[in-house]
């Protein structure tokens, strides 16, 4: 299997355009802020369930947003706009532009059973090893993994005193490494293998599931991976034990994005917004130091989004995302709140 008839997805950061990157321009900041005057005038309390693309306005923004879909879906699966002024906001403002700007680029899913559409990422002392462990909940590093939906956005608030630095690698290039270098554990990442739910199993459902972690649709692949919740799956949610060959393969993926060569890192300051195509991106985050002071401690808003552009996904997603066919609503996980949680604690 050749690198080049995986085209979409597929680079090394030698190869990434450097267009990836960009800084937001003064016309677009002051759309922004116009925007946001817009809703406020529609809401004074800034309710955003009520926000619409009427009354929160791109119109400039918004075909950007199109073609970051775009590149997203079809191209390299990974963009950033950086220099937003975070400081002149206040945090409800900052919830309210980040939630019109996640609009645009699709649909937002739950990202938990709790119903929030829009992610705190900020370290409660949870952890990540347990039944309910959470990597965005803690200050450990993070593994390379892809989160549980098509498209995932951060918008960069407060960063940590130290660490907390952002790592991408395409993992379309790491299942070609992985095809040259040993083709016997590709077979098993093509094989349904054990995932934790980690507690976020609807009411009544058992604690995994089965999926792959890669799968094909003619010559496009796709991924799925969070390494902690397919091997703990036995440990956290009594599925069966993984072979010592399933075990290393699921290590693999990891390993080898991990390699020098593979990957890019970035120190997103505040105002930063990342956006990744989880079907075809891994990334990571590393171990941080937090500041002592409560105001000034790492806080990132994180949106899972369906966009309207999805590619058609493997039918061995289906245990996941149900809904394989291009453009299906799918991704994040079955809420069980009565409406949309804009806020986590």
């Known amino acids: 299997m050749s690198r080049e008839s995986l085209r979409s997805g597929s680079w090394t950061p030698q190869s990434l355009r450097s267009s990836w990157c960009r800084s937001w321009t003064n016309d677009e900041l002051v759309e922004l802020d116009q925007a946001l005057a817009t809703f406020r005038r529609a809401s004074p309390a800034l309710d955003l369930t009520s926000m619409t693309e009427r009354n929160f306005p791109l119109p400039s923004i918004g075909p950007e947003l199109v073609r970051l879909r775009d590149r997203l879906v079809d191209g390299d699966g990974l963009a950033a706009y950086e220099g937003f002024p975070v400081e002149r906001y206040e945090v409800d403002e900052l919830r309210a532009l980040w939630w019109g700007v996640s609009q645009a680029v699709g649909l937002p899913v739950s990202q938990s059973w709790r119903g929030d559409v829009i992610g705190d990422v900020r370290d409660l002392g949870t952890g990540i090893a347990g039944r309910a462990g959470r990597g965005y909940t803690s200050n450990s590093e993070l593994n390379f993994h892809a989160d549980a939906c098509d498209v995932s956005g951060l918008f960069f608030l407060k960063t940590a005193r130290e660490g907390g630095e952002t790592r991408l690698a395409s993992s379309v290039t790491t299942h070609d490494v992985i095809s040259e270098r040993a083709p016997e554990l590709l077979t098993e990442l093509y094989r349904p293998l054990p995932w934790s739910w980690q507690g976020n199993e609807k009411p009544g459902d058992r604690a995994w599931y089965e999926m792959p ?9 796709s991924c799925a991976y969070v390494r902690t ?22 290590q693999l993926v990891a390993d080898v994005a991990a390699e020098e060569g593979m990957w890019l890192e970035r120190r997103f300051g505040p105002g930063a917004m990342l956006w990744v195509h989880n079907h075809t991106v891994l990334h990571l985050r590393t171990a941080f130091v937090d500041w002592d002071d409560p105001a000034r401690k790492r806080h990132l808003l994180r949106s899972w989004v369906c966009p309207p552009n999805g590619r058609e996904l493997p039918v061995s997603f289906g245990a996941f995302f149900a809904d394989v066919s291009a ?19």
Do not use: K, M, W
């Not at 972690?213 to 692949?221: E, K, P, S, T």
């Not at 599925?239 to 699921?250: C, D, G, M, N």
């Not at 991704?331 to 949309?340: F, K, L, N, V, W």
């Open 229 to 250: 919740n397919i091997l703990l799956a036995h440990e956290n949610a009594g599925a069966p034990r993984l072979s010592e060959t399933q075990r290393e393969a699921v």
């Open 213 to 221: 972690v890669f799968g094909r649709v003619g010559d496009q692949v």
């Open 327 to 345: 453009g299906a609503v799918r991704g994040g996980y079955h809420s069980r709140a009565d409406g949309p949680v804009f806020l986590t604690t």
